[in-house]
């Protein structure tokens, strides 16, 4: 069984920055196409960035220019930094790591709040 862990979350000023986490567990993150999301409160889980096996990445465009998805490979690690955050970035945040059909992941949040 794969576990999906994230960390990093927290309470920032509007304007500042944080650095997510993900490792797996079970697995690596070079053989997944890695992916975070974000819910907001009573609103649908939107994507944010991923990242496919070959190290490519797509970014919502509410999040292009301000966020950067990375990987450590030695780490099992993929990293979302998060720049210029704003109080609509307010939500948690969800790790995914899909390994192909019937084998897809997900980790248990992590609360990003921003204060203006």
């Known amino acids: 069984q794969v576990r999906v862990l994230e960390s990093g979350g927290g309470l920032v000023q509007a304007g500042g920055s944080l650095s997510l986490s993900c490792a797996t567990l079970g697995a690596v993150v070079r053989r997944a196409d890695m992916g975070w999301y974000r819910q907001a409160p009573g609103k649908q889980r939107d994507l944010v960035a991923t990242?496919?096996?070959?190290?490519?990445?797509n970014y919502a465009d509410f999040v292009k220019g301000r966020f950067t998805l990375s990987r450590d490979i030695a780490e099992n690690t993929v990293y979302l930094q998060m720049n210029d955050l704003q109080p609509p970035d307010t939500a948690v945040y969800y790790c995914n790591a899909n390994y192909g059909e019937g084998y897809n992941f997900w980790g248990q949040g992590t609360q990003v709040t921003v204060s203006s």
């Open positions: 990242m496919a096996r070959d190290g490519s990445t």
